[in-house]
C-alpha cells in the first residue's frame, strides 16, 4: 500500500501528473476538484453546495470535503494505494485524514509538492481557462482569492508533513515528462 499525497499551488500541474503517475504505479487517482466538478455537472446535491463556494474561488468546507473523500476510500479498499490530488487542503483535513488512515493501519507515503512561482502559474490557469470551461480559471480576482486560501490554509501543511520527514518538494517547471521523471525518481526511492 502506497498512499501519496500531490502537493502544489493551484495550477502547479498536479492532474497532469497524476494522470501519468497513476498508470505507472496503478494507484486510484482521487483529485477532490474533478468530483466536485463531476458533481456540478451532473447537479447532485453535492454539486449544488460545492458550486457556491468554488464560483468564488473559497474551499469547499471541510466536513463536506472529507465525508467525501472517505466515501470514495471505503469503496475502493482493495486499491493497490491512493493518489491524493488536492487534498489534504486544510490542517483539519491532514489530521482527519491521518486518523482515517491509521484506523486502517494505512498511512500517507509521502506528500510530493510540485514547485513554480506564482506569476507562472496564474499564466497558466488563465490558459486552461480559455479552453477548460472552468469558470474560476478565467477571471484574475477569482484565481487571487484561490491563492489567498492556498497561502493562509494550504501553505501550513508544509510543515505538518516536514515535521514528519514526508515532504518531498521538486522543481515543477520543465517539460511534462521531465516532471514525471522528477515524481518517479522520489516514488521509486520510498
Ligand atoms: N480539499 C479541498 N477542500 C476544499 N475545497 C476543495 C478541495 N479540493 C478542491 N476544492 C474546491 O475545488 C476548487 C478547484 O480545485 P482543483 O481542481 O484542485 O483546482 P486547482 O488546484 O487548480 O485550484 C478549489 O478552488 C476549491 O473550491
Do not use: C
Request: avoid cysteine.
Amino acid at each position: 500500500m502506497i498512499n501519496i499525497v500531490l502537493f502544489g499551488k493551484p495550477g502547479a500541474g498536479k492532474g497532469t501528473q497524476a494522470e501519468f503517475l497513476k498508470q505507472k504505479y496503478n494507484l486510484m487517482h482521487l483529485s477532490t476538484g474533478d468530483i466536485f466538478r463531476y458533481n456540478i455537472q451532473n447537479d447532485t446535491e453535492l454539486g449544488q453546495l460545492a458550486k457556491k463556494y468554488m464560483d468564488k474561488g473559497d474551499l469547499v468546507p471541510d466536513a463536506v470535503t472529507i465525508k467525501m473523500l472517505e466515501d470514495i476510500v471505503n469503496k475502493n479498499l482493495n486499491s493497490a494505494g491512493f493518489l491524493f490530488d488536492g487534498f489534504p487542503r486544510t490542517l483539519a483535513q491532514a489530521l482527519e485524514l491521518d486518523d482515517f488512515l491509521s484506523k486502517k493501519d494505512w498511512k500517507v507515503t509521502a506528500t510530493i509538492a510540485l514547485e513554480a512561482n506564482d506569476e507562472i502559474l496564474i499564466n497558466r490557469i488563465l490558459e486552461r481557462g480559455k479552453t477548460s470551461g472552468r469558470t474560476d480559471d478565467q477571471d484574475e480576482e477569482k484565481i487571487k482569492h484561490r491563492y489567498q486560501e492556498y497561502n493562509e490554509k494550504t501553505a501550513p501543511l508544509i510543515e505538518y508533513y516536514k515535521k514528519q520527514n514526508k515532504f518531498y518538494p521538486i522543481n515543477g517547471i520543465g517539460s511534462i515528462t521531465e516532471i514525471t521523471e522528477r515524481l518517479s525518481k522520489v516514488i521509486d526511492n520510498l
